[in-house]
């Protein structure tokens, strides 16, 4: 095509394909519906699991639909779109990947109709962005309540009704106390600000054998190690530790290091050199006095000598992660110079280090500490795929804790905050004006997508059970939804199944955002087709590959 004037010169190369308007908004649709028909099966107590099979041969079963979509390998760039939804769901919140994706799916297939009758795209985004807005307003002022945090037995409920749909729902008292002492160990509060890093200081250590009762939170951490010497102490009450992030032992020359050796004994003055920075470096640590010396990098024999003489154990190529949670656990400041040691440098919080074996491996404690603010959460189970899969519901736990402690506000599960939510809507919807209120009511009724699913996975009559529960709604208040283990009707309030408001937040935005995002596109370019054998390659497909190289 080749424009007048000022206007841009746009060349389609024969192998640029180029699809447009309708049919690209229809193809989007479609991707995202059948994403969400594939997840929409693990949603609820009664959820099916997913067997997934990497390219390597290994298995995962689960039913957290992020960690399913994370396998799924998908051409369609609306379909890869959708499966980021459910990852930044996951980074953001740490729960409700299920739900986003179902909700998000259906989303857009309420708004396919108007785009077959021509509506435009933007009059659709416009309605779907006042929704959302009004969604947050009710949610936030008219649905959700308060939620004291000192009252343990309420956050026990709520996580009760998070981890109820998941392998760990069988042990949930274990699973509740796990959660909570872990989120508890690792906050911190400045200022009137809490500061809850779950990923970098509650570290999940996964061990083959026993049972899932055997699992705790330890105060402390535990890494996978083993002393540097067999004569150093394995057992040390109220240690002092030194953390180390350079070497103890010789330096070594860069890549391009020459040494002329004239006589016979400058080999030997060499060797001296070497064993006199070892020993300065070991009398520079010993001065402190430590009973336990932690170090990213190596030691060296001399210098396991000089520190065993000591009476020092060593525990060496420590990961950069777990230095941090020692030295949150213990007190100590992690030192990058020997010289630079001093005795506030030294950790006197830890209660008792200790090296045990456990099955074949040998693993290295620093517990009993004061006020830790780092932990390490020890699983046991019968398999590795068990463990994985306690793991990742696990995961699911801890970020509702941290989710009450940020944000302590409630609403009810089972579906019957989507109920509500969409009662209100429909009321507002009523006296909108206009062709938008059209659109707006799909919205309410795409919010009936997660009561409806609940229901269909536990094998209830679906129309006849939402009928009811519309007319709970009516009649008797806003917490009545389904229990997902029978299909019924219940009170959400008396059953005590509980939401976190910041979870069903972050759902609502993120799927209606990308219904917004999908529903925007009208035209897709793609620059890559397959070229043949004979044919000389297209600008586009140069570059691509210039970029993969």
Not at 15 to 31: F, L, P, S, Y
Not at 275 to 286: G, L, N, Q, R, S
Not at 338 to 352: I, Y
């Amino acid at each position: 095509m080749f424009g007048s004037g000022n206007a841009p010169i746009v060349v389609l190369s024969q192998n640029t394909r180029r699809d447009t308007g309708r049919k690209v908004q229809r193809e989007n649709i479609q991707a995202g519906k059948a994403i969400a028909d594939i997840i929409r099966t693990c949603l609820g107590p009664q959820a099916m699991l997913k067997m997934l099979m990497d390219p390597m041969g290994g298995i995962v079963m689960t039913n957290d639909g992020n960690a399913v979509l994370r396998e799924i390998t998908v051409q369609h760039p609306a379909g890869k779109s959708m499966i980021e939804i459910a990852r930044t769901q996951d980074e953001e919140v740490g729960d409700g990947t299920t739900s986003v994706i179902v909700l998000a799916g259906e989303i857009l297939a309420v708004a396919e109709p108007f785009l077959e009758q021509n509506m435009h795209p933007t009059i659709i985004i416009r309605a779907f962005r006042q929704a959302l807005e009004d969604m947050v307003n009710i949610l936030t002022d008219e649905v959700s309540i308060p939620l004291d945090c000192s009252d343990k037995s309420k956050m026990v409920q709520v996580i009760h009704s998070c981890i109820g749909t998941k392998l760990l729902g069988r042990w949930p008292e274990l699973a509740c106390q796990i959660a909570i002492d872990a989120v508890f160990t690792v906050m911190l509060e400045e200022g009137g600000r809490k500061e809850i890093d779950i990923k970098r200081y509650a570290k999940i250590e996964k061990i083959p054998g026993g049972t899932i009762e055997d699992s705790t939170v330890l105060k402390g951490v535990m890494v996978n190690k083993d002393v540097t010497h067999p004569k150093m102490k394995r057992c040390i009450k109220d240690p002092r530790i030194v953390l180390l992030d350079c070497p103890l032992e010789y330096k070594k020359g860069e890549s391009q290091t020459n040494i002329e050796i004239l006589k016979d004994t400058d080999f030997t003055r060499i060797l001296e050199l070497e064993e006199e920075h070892v020993k300065k470096i070991c009398e520079d640590v010993i001065a402190v006095k430590p009973d336990v010396v932690f170090t990213e990098k190596g030691v060296s024999d001399l210098a396991q000598h000089y520190l065993v003489k000591a009476g020092i154990s060593a525990i060496r190529r420590l990961r950069k992660s777990d230095m941090n949670r020692i030295a949150r656990a213990c007190g100590a400041t992690v030192v990058n110079r020997t010289e630079e040691l001093r005795e506030e440098d030294v950790g006197t919080n830890a209660g008792l280090f200790e090296v045990k074996k456990v099955g074949d491996e040998y693993f290295c404690y620093v517990t009993e500490c004061k006020n830790p603010k780092a932990c390490t959460i020890l699983l046991r189970g019968a398999s590795k795929d068990i463990l994985n899969e306690t793991e990742r519901n696990l995961q699911d736990a801890l970020h509702v804790v941290r989710n009450l402690l940020l944000e302590p506000k409630l609403v009810p599960g089972g579906g019957a905050v989507e109920m509500a939510v969409s009662k209100l809507l429909a009321e507002k919807a009523a006296r909108l004006a206009g062709v938008e209120q059209w659109p707006y009511k799909a919205v309410t009724q795409a919010l009936e997508i997660i009561p409806r699913t609940l229901a269909q996975n536990c094998g209830a009559n679906t129309i006849r059970t939402l009928t009811a529960l519309r007319a709970k709604h009516a009649t008797e208040g806003m917490t009545w939804g389904i229990d997902g283990e029978t299909g019924q009707l219940v009170d959400m309030k008396e059953r005590g199944i509980w939401e976190p408001l910041s979870v069903k937040l972050q759902t609502y935005k993120t799927a209606i955002e990308t219904a917004i995002l999908l529903l925007r596109i009208d035209d897709i370019v793609s620059g890559s087709k397959k070229k043949k054998d004979n044919e000389p390659a297209t600008p586009a497909q140069v570059s691509e590959e210039a970029m993969k190289d």
